[in-house]
């Protein structure tokens, strides 16, 4: 078996482990879902590397020592030695309190050579050297240990997103957009794929080319912090309007500006190889500065719509849509092909994914699930895997992606015999749960391996009624949510018509659709004031359960969708273990919980 194992390294945010087994996705685990933090901010993927490693063992008998190769997500080579350094500087900060640095300690002078060098990793910015400490503590925490010569491989930041975009979409040509707040140096690059064969056909650097970095900083104005803001901006941008805001913002962006098809133009220099992340975001606080020149917006979020919130949101969510609505233009005109891939943070904007999927310009459109830097050890490994160790990944369309641990039958049940909870066990008979929802219930589901990616898609999901107009308002608030944030549908396959203008089978909900006119009254809970909704489309082969589930919601009520939101209360990640499940379950106002086969009631 070939074997590559790829991780986020240097550590920035939603950093996670992807593990590639002869061609094959196999496994993928978010930091973020084992401490809790949303994003993991510079968290090293300590327990998800450790899950990886646990699983290869016990479903393949692979050890540690049998990986091939590891790819990381950065290449060191395109960094500035400023950039280096902080990035293995802060990874080295956030390492030592999380995993043991084996050295003798009964020996002093092997104690201080073992600093010594420590210490010129870090000066170096050798955050390679800084990656085998951390593969090998990792591997010693399970009782395994790993040959001296581990391979790293680094993969630029950008080719990651490319990879993850092309190898899981089925397509043996395509064209890719990566698009988000920042690689080594740049944040929109448009590529051309032929047979795996990856060529740049234009880069545009992060001071003049991201998109993501101006949601980031508009989002700030509006009064949300870094990373968790532009999702929450997006749902809020329905409600503002063309105003001053949209007309400032335009004015800073050219298209077709010289060799980029986008650029933003603001005055001063800037570096196009920064020394920190600051630097990369000075053109766009100048930006948002010119725009709102207070700190924030003086609204509470969870209170009444502000206007210059809700006009800002309008503002930064039209300019997105329209440049990426040109970038794909500009790449259909100038490259050519009928299949598109996107990744990169800016591809979970839905919306402006929507606006390229109704222009019709691609025949097929395939946006990697996990777009943002969750994605990127994935896309690492796939490429490692091809065209480092020579192999060939298998390319067919990736439909799923429950790629978490597993957790058999008998570890949930210890868990919920040790509640002492009123559960009764009843398999795969979804009837009682169905019920429960039809009669106005809120109701948490818990089953398999967990999703990789930001949305939950029917193996971690909270699930009501979404003909009950009242659930868009008690569901949030049960999840300690803004009450104007939108909810989403999951739905039969085969009903997508019913509902939608136009749709396509889209299973991972990174892509928006338009209702059809007489729709939005049916199911009101998961149609946003836009009249658009981010639905899952599920059929048997691919969760049968869930499936399961939809279908029996249909026969109750003649509507073959239900409402689908994360399972995890305000400020969590998505649960991961039966444990989370209980313990949210518990805090949380849910009638019921069905969890791997137990329906548990308060």
Known sequence: ?????????????????????DGELVFASEEERWTRRKHSPGEPPVNALRQAFLYLRRKYGIKPK?????????????????MRFRFTADTFVWLINRIKFYVNKDNPISMGLAALGLGFTILRGDYLDLARRFVRSVAHSIGEDVPDNIRIVPVPHHLAHAASAYYFSGFNNSTVLTVDGSGEFEATVVWRVRN????????????????????????????????????KVMGLAPYGRASKYYEKLRSFIKFDDRDYPFRFVVPGKWKIKGSSDADYRMPYRFITDSLYPNDRVPWDVRGDLHPDAVDLAWAVQSVTEETMLHLARWTKENVGGDKLGLAGGVALNAKANMVIHYSKLFNDMFIFPAANDAGTPIGAA?????????????????????????????????????????A????????????????????????????????????????????????????NKIKGREWWRPLAPSLLEEDAGKYFIDPVPHQFMILMYRY?????????????????????????????TWYELIKAFKDE??????????????GEPLVETPQDAIRSFAFGGFKAIYLQGWLIQK
């Not at 070939?2 to 593990?19: I, K, L, S």
């Not at 009843?426 to 039809?438: C, I, R, S």
């Not at 009520?557 to 305000?570: D, H, M, P, Q, V």
């Open 424 to 475: 009764r066990y009843v398999g795969d008979d979804v009837n009682e749960v169905v019920d429960l929802v039809v009669k106005g219930h809120v109701v948490a589901w818990y089953q398999g391996r967990a999703e990789l990616g930001p949305r939950a898609l029917g193996n971690r999901s909270i699930i009501a009624d979404p003909r009950r107009r009242d659930m868009w308002g008690v569901v």
């Open 382 to 422: 796939a490429w490692v895997y091809e065209h480092v160790l020579g192999g060939k990944m298998k390319r067919g369309r990736l439909r799923t992606v429950y790629l978490g641990p597993e957790y058999g039958d008998d570890e949930v049940r210890k868990v919920v015999e040790r509640g002492g909870w009123n």
């Open 516 to 544: 059809k006119p007489e729709m939005c009254e049916v199911v009101p809970a998961v149609c946003h004031v836009d009249q658009t909704a981010r639905p899952q489309t599920v059929n048997k082969d691919e969760n049968r």
């Open 66 to 82: 049998d990986v091939d190769a590891y790819a990381i997500n950065w290449e060191h080579k395109l960094m500035t030695y400023a």
């Open 196 to 231: 795996g064969e990856f060529e740049e056909v234009v880069s545009i650097p992060t001071v003049y080319g991201s998109l993501g970095i101006l949601y980031d900083e508009v989002s700030a104005k509006i009064g949300y912090e870094t990373l968790e803001g532009p999702g």
């Open 557 to 570: 009520t003649g509507e073959g969708i239900i409402l689908n939101t994360s399972f995890n209360l305000a």
């Open 1 to 21: 078996m070939t074997v590559v194992v790829g991780f986020n390294w240097p550590t920035w945010h939603d950093n996670a482990v992807g593990v590639i087994v």
